[in-house]
């Protein structure tokens, strides 16, 4: 396994190098763009970096305005032609095919996924299962779509409902999480029978490109799935107005999602927005102080603290501030922050500069407004995006970090002295993804997990993701749910079929 990143360009190149030519399967490792059931090679690239060096890992098709609306027209006729009548038994088994291809390629995608963002190794394979978890889960839910029989208030009449793909799938995903956001949104959409016009993230654009590949393998029909890297912002704006887009699914900064939201009205296209968080986490006196450490680790520091659903803010009791630091401050001190295919490593870079950045940023802010620095503090010396892990304590409302999402390596703890501010303290955002708490007190469980204005709560847990649980927000965080039983409806509409002058 590759351990050596010192930064320099030649060793940057060995580490690249090394990682690629260890691939099972080297074609999975693809630069081109999937148009119209063909890969493509577009005469304009652009780069993408590899976050522990800070050096170019590679150049991947830029698509342009022109291509999106070509893989547009051809993912309507795939749509209309055929793929919308085949029956939810045959996708179920090319998704079933798809998710063991997958699996199977655990290995080659867990480390192209690493070598684009970051992440270690064995987060990235960790991925790779839950981006598979999602086309099992929905291999099984495309021939649950049951439709209903209603009695009709009219002799002689019934009424039926038939459940139907809503049509083209505009897919826009992020990059802290390149496998299981795609599959999250298209796994769903081919169950239900819609092809997908893919926006994968630019900085990630790889992972997204072996999936498709081994999708195409499974059996998928190659015009049911394009898929366009770009840098040009004007694709977003297309997959959003275009007419024979039917439905815009995003996952992104909320600033983005309401742009994508209001010009998606144009069409009256509907849209699942799964936006930005700013995820307390409330640690109560009566807490398993062991347990609630371990899940702000897991839920603060997973991908270095780039995932919407991460603890922005660790709200704890004022009884129990020194012992809950103390036992979070010992953990973030076992880090081991490298490069994330060096098997020593247990926390990665961040993936980009902006990201550095704005940790560093949310993090002078708060010491200069009277917090304290328990461990971590800055960017260390050297190339590659790294910020150390972070602990502040004596954090306030005052702080930029009570308010925005950091996305990055950074606990901030904040105190409090009863439920009510807790409860207060939690709600003050505009924000309402995820939320977190504590306690032993079953009385204190039910009260406070209603009271917390989030779309997903996790109770002595930092750990909520999974295929069968919904996934989406409230408030400034979205709308749609992802994943579960409800996943698939996004994809879908509902026909009613009113049977009239029977002669029942
Ligand atoms: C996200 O950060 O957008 C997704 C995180 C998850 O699925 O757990």
Same mark, same amino acid.
């Given at each position: +396994?590759?351990?050596?990143?010192?930064?320099?360009?030649?060793?940057?190149?060995?580490?690249?190098?090394?990682?690629?030519?260890?691939? @099972?399967?080297?074609?999975?490792?693809?630069?081109e763009a999937f148009i119209d059931g063909e890969w493509v090679k577009k005469e304009k690239e652009f780069d993408v970096y590899e976050?522990?060096?800070?050096?170019?890992? $590679?150049?991947?098709?830029?698509?342009?305005?022109?291509?999106?609306?070509?893989?547009?027209?051809?993912?309507?006729?795939?749509?209309?032609?055929?793929?919308?009548?085949?029956?939810?038994?045959?996708?179920?088994?090319? #998704?079933?095919?798809?998710?063991?291809?997958?699996?199977?390629?655990?290995?080659?995608?867990?480390?192209i996924l690493s070598l684009e963002n970051g992440k270690t190794l064995s987060e990235a394979k960790g991925e790779v299962a839950y981006?598979?978890?999602?086309?099992?889960?929905?291999?099984?839910?495309?021939?649950?779509?049951?439709?209903?029989?209603?009695?009709?208030?009219?002799?002689?009449?019934?009424?039926?409902?038939?459940?139907?793909? =809503?049509?083209?799938? $505009?897919?826009?995903?992020?990059?802290?999480?390149?496998?299981?956001? =795609?599959?999250?949104?298209?796994?769903?959409?081919?169950?239900?029978?819609?092809?997908?016009?893919?926006?994968?993230?630019?900085?990630?654009?790889?992972?997204?490109?072996?999936?498709?590949?081994?999708?195409?393998?499974?059996?998928? %029909?190659?015009?049911?799935?394009?898929?366009?890297?770009?840098?040009?912002?004007?694709?977003?704006?297309? #997959?959003?107005?275009?007419?024979?887009?039917?439905?815009?699914?995003?996952?992104?900064?909320?600033?983005?999602?309401? +742009?994508?939201?209001?010009?998606?009205?144009?069409?009256?296209?509907?849209?699942?927005? /799964?936006?930005?968080?700013?995820?307390?986490?409330?640690?109560?006196?009566?807490?398993? #102080?062991?347990?609630?450490?371990?899940?702000?680790?897991?839920? @603060?520091?997973?991908?270095?603290?780039?995932?919407?659903?991460?603890?922005?803010?660790?709200?704890?009791?004022?009884? =129990?501030? /020194?012992?809950?630091?103390?036992? #979070?401050?010992?953990?973030?001190?076992?880090?081991?922050?490298?490069?994330?295919?060096?098997?020593?490593?247990?926390?990665?870079?961040?993936?980009?500069?902006?990201?550095?950045?704005?940790?560093?940023?949310?993090?002078?802010?708060?010491?200069?407004?009277?917090?304290?620095?328990?461990? $971590?503090?800055?960017? %260390?010396?050297?190339?590659?995006?790294?910020?150390?892990?972070?602990?502040?304590?004596?954090?306030? /409302?005052? +702080?930029?970090?009570?308010?925005?999402?950091?996305?990055?390596?950074?606990?901030?703890?904040?105190?409090?002295?009863t439920e009510a501010d807790a409860v207060r303290l939690a709600n003050a955002t505009e924000f309402g993804l995820a939320g977190y708490?504590?306690?032993?007190?079953?009385?204190?469980? +039910?009260?406070?997990?209603?009271?917390?204005?989030?779309?997903?709560?996790?109770?002595?847990?930092?750990?909520?993701?999974?295929?069968?649980?919904?996934?989406?927000?409230?408030?400034?965080?979205?709308?749609?749910?992802?994943?579960?039983?409800?996943?698939?409806?996004?994809?879908?509409? =509902?026909?009613?079929?009113?049977?009239?002058?029977?002669?029942?």
């Amino acid at each position: +396994m590759v351990s050596e990143s010192n930064g320099t360009a030649a060793s940057a190149e060995t580490y690249h190098q090394k990682a690629i030519s260890s691939l @099972k399967d080297g074609s999975l490792f693809i630069a081109e763009a999937f148009i119209d059931g063909e890969w493509v090679k577009k005469e304009k690239e652009f780069d993408v970096y590899e976050p522990s060096t800070a050096t170019v890992l $590679g150049r991947v098709s830029n698509c342009e305005l022109a291509d999106f609306k070509a893989a547009i027209s051809s993912a309507e006729k795939a749509q209309t032609e055929f793929w919308e009548s085949t029956t939810a038994a045959q996708r179920g088994a090319i #998704l079933r095919k798809w998710n063991d291809l997958i699996l199977a390629n655990t290995d080659d995608i867990g480390t192209i996924l690493s070598l684009e963002n970051g992440k270690t190794l064995s987060e990235a394979k960790g991925e790779v299962a839950y981006a598979a978890s999602f086309v099992a889960w929905f291999a099984e839910e495309a021939t649950r779509a049951y439709g209903d029989t209603i009695p009709s208030s009219t002799p002689h009449t019934t009424v039926l409902t038939f459940k139907e793909p =809503i049509g083209v799938c $505009g897919i826009i995903t992020p990059w802290n999480f390149p496998a299981a956001m =795609i599959t999250r949104k298209i796994a769903p959409a081919f169950a239900a029978g819609c092809s997908v016009v893919i926006k994968p993230p630019s900085e990630t654009p790889y992972t997204c490109a072996a999936l498709t590949k081994l999708a195409l393998q499974a059996g998928l %029909p190659p015009k049911v799935i394009q898929v366009l890297p770009t840098k040009d912002r004007a694709a977003a704006t297309e #997959l959003a107005t275009n007419a024979g887009v039917k439905k815009i699914s995003f996952t992104g900064s909320t600033g983005v999602g309401k +742009m994508l939201a209001k010009l998606a009205t144009g069409t009256l296209k509907r849209a699942s927005l /799964e936006l930005g968080g700013n995820a307390p986490f409330i640690v109560f006196e009566d807490a398993d #102080l062991d347990l609630a450490a371990e899940g702000a680790m897991f839920c @603060k520091f997973r991908c270095s603290g780039q995932t919407c659903v991460c603890a922005n803010r660790i709200i704890v009791q004022e009884s =129990i501030l /020194e012992a809950f630091t103390a036992k #979070l401050v010992e953990k973030v001190k076992a880090l081991k922050t490298g490069p994330g295919l060096d098997p020593n490593t247990t926390q990665g870079p961040l993936v980009n500069k902006s990201g550095v950045d704005k940790t560093a940023q949310h993090v002078q802010d708060a010491v200069s407004k009277g917090a304290k620095i328990a461990i $971590g503090g800055s960017a %260390p010396e050297g190339s590659g995006f790294y910020f150390s892990p972070t602990v502040l304590t004596g954090v306030t /409302e005052d +702080m930029l970090v009570a308010n925005d999402e950091t996305f990055g390596p950074l606990a901030p703890i904040f105190t409090f002295k009863t439920e009510a501010d807790a409860v207060r303290l939690a709600n003050a955002t505009e924000f309402g993804l995820a939320g977190y708490f504590f306690s032993k007190d079953i009385g204190r469980v +039910m009260r406070v997990a209603r009271k917390l204005e989030c779309g997903m709560v996790g109770v002595n847990t930092g750990k909520i993701s999974a295929a069968e649980a919904p996934f989406g927000g409230v408030k400034e965080s979205g709308y749609g749910r992802e994943g579960s039983m409800y996943g698939i409806a996004e994809y879908q509409t =509902i026909k009613s079929v009113t049977i009239g002058n029977l002669n029942l």
